[in-house]
């Protein structure tokens, strides 16, 4: 009798002491495509963001004190597999949120999160009218949209040739991924359209969009003043070989951030040559967060992928999104408890509060890297700030200028957006009491 309690106290003992592990443990789950067309611009991206929740463990011993924990699963880039990963682990205890690096993953999870009271963060992608956030409660499109950098890209073109009053009698043609995210810019661009007079011709590609030459030939035969290439993966680099078979001058294509990395053109080099393509972030090794994840994981033989890679567009991208993922989790844990595991609604809270000013960024080791990030309960994106970088035939060259979208332009069509969204979805807007709770 001694014995069995003894053993049933040591049992108790070990159930607690577990539970209790757990419950000191942040779970980030992360939905990833290391396979399939799209692995060459989503591994450096997955490396990015695991390498990142690394450092913290080993520099900072996580989060005041709480350990973060994570799980890769693999989507391949698919939708269904998305919604697959997504079902598996948002039960998982202790998790944060969900970046599901796609616009179509996040589509067919905006619906589902409200219920599940977990976050979508989709840093540079996902729906553009989810910058409301009276209308779209968990969705965070930080940092911009793609009706932000269809903005920011006309607003750079009308600066080359003179004001955007030059634009009028001109010709753009988008070539587009045709899936939701090559198709969410057209409103935005359709509207600048309209206000400046050029002609907007809409290219579609099948994806992967490793077949563009009757896509090419159509470019050929319109000659349009400007190329914008809304691609990922494959397409990207496609899209260049086919303008310098056809002739088409580089230098008057325009890429969105996803087709500014270095898969999308280092396969074609010179042959690149003059291309533009958004820049939300900075690449290299020499900011202080990629030193660190030098030091304390790759120096230790842990890192996610080649060393070599560290530092790159899309690295360093993977990077920001989890150090913005963490941030969240700090500002919940000052709001409701130094130390605590923060559940799904409370990182919700902290992705609506987020205040990262150049102060806070410089010591977070981002210095250079991005610019300064303020969200609210309004305000789900927090910032639109882009430049313009361009390949000079080996490296990527970053212009000096930043970018704003046009929030006159924006705005009133985001409103809009939502709305009809809400109408859509029978949804409503969020009360005003709701951002105070």
Same mark, same amino acid.
């Given at each position: ?71 890769? @699963? ?10 697959? @990963? ?34 979508? #963060? ?20 930080? #940092? ?50 309209? #206000? ?180 609210? @309960? ?56 709701? @951002?105070?709770?």
């Amino acid at each position: 009798m001694k014995i069995r309690n003894i053993a049933a106290a040591a049992l108790i003992a070990a159930v607690g002491s577990t539970a209790f592990a757990q419950a000191k443990e942040q779970f980030f789950p992360l939905l990833s495509y290391r396979t399939g067309a799209y692995a060459p611009n989503g591994t450096p991206w997955a490396n990015g963001k695991q390498d990142y929740l690394k450092m913290i463990n080993a520099r900072d011993g996580g989060i005041n004190g709480v350990k973060l924990t994570y799980e890769e @699963c693999e989507t391949g880039y698919a939708t269904d597999r998305g919604v697959e @990963c997504y079902e598996r682990l948002k039960s998982h205890p202790g998790v944060a949120l969900f970046d599901p690096q796609s616009t179509g993953i996040t589509f067919a999870l905006t619906e589902k999160a409200p219920k599940d009271k977990v976050a979508l #963060m989709t840093l540079g992608y996902g729906l553009s009218v989810s910058q409301d956030g009276m209308a779209f409660k968990w969705n965070f499109p930080l #940092m911009g949209s793609y009706w932000t950098g269809a903005d920011i890209l006309i607003q750079d073109i009308g600066k080359r040739l003179g004001g955007l009053d030059k634009l009028k009698g001109k010709k753009i043609t988008l070539v587009y991924h045709d899936s939701p995210f090559g198709k969410e810019p057209i409103p935005l661009l359709q509207e600048r359209a309209k #206000m400046h007079g050029f002609e907007l011709q809409l290219l579609p590609v099948t994806a992967p969009g490793v077949e563009q030459k009757a896509t090419w030939l159509q470019v050929r035969q319109s000659r349009p003043d400007f190329v914008l290439l809304w691609g990922w993966g494959v397409m990207n680099s496609t899209a260049l070989k086919e303008a310098q078979a056809t002739g088409y001058p580089r230098d008057k294509m325009y890429g969105v951030w996803w087709a500014g990395a270095e898969p999308d053109v280092k396969d074609v080099g010179e042959g690149a040559k003059g291309y533009h393509a958004l820049a939300l972030n900075t690449s290299g090794q020499s900011p202080k967060v990629i030193q660190d994840i030098l030091k304390y994981v790759y120096a230790k033989g842990q890192g996610a992928g080649p060393k070599e890679d560290v530092g790159s567009v899309l690295y360093t991208r993977g990077v920001i999104i989890q150090m913005l993922s963490q941030e969240a989790v700090r500002q919940a844990q000052e709001r409701f408890g130094k130390g605590k595991v923060m559940t799904g609604e409370q990182v919700r809270w902290g992705l609506e509060n987020l205040n990262l000013d150049q102060k806070k960024l410089d010591a977070l080791g981002f210095a250079g890297v991005m610019r300064p990030i303020s969200t609210s @309960c309004q305000d789900h994106m927090g910032s639109t700030w882009a430049r313009i970088e361009t390949w000079d035939g080996a490296k990527w060259q970053l212009g000096a200028d930043w970018y704003q979208a046009d929030e006159q332009i924006l705005k009133p069509m985001v409103k809009a957006g939502a709305d009809k969204y809400l109408a859509d979805k029978k949804g409503e807007r969020r009360a005003p009491a709701d @951002c105070q709770s």
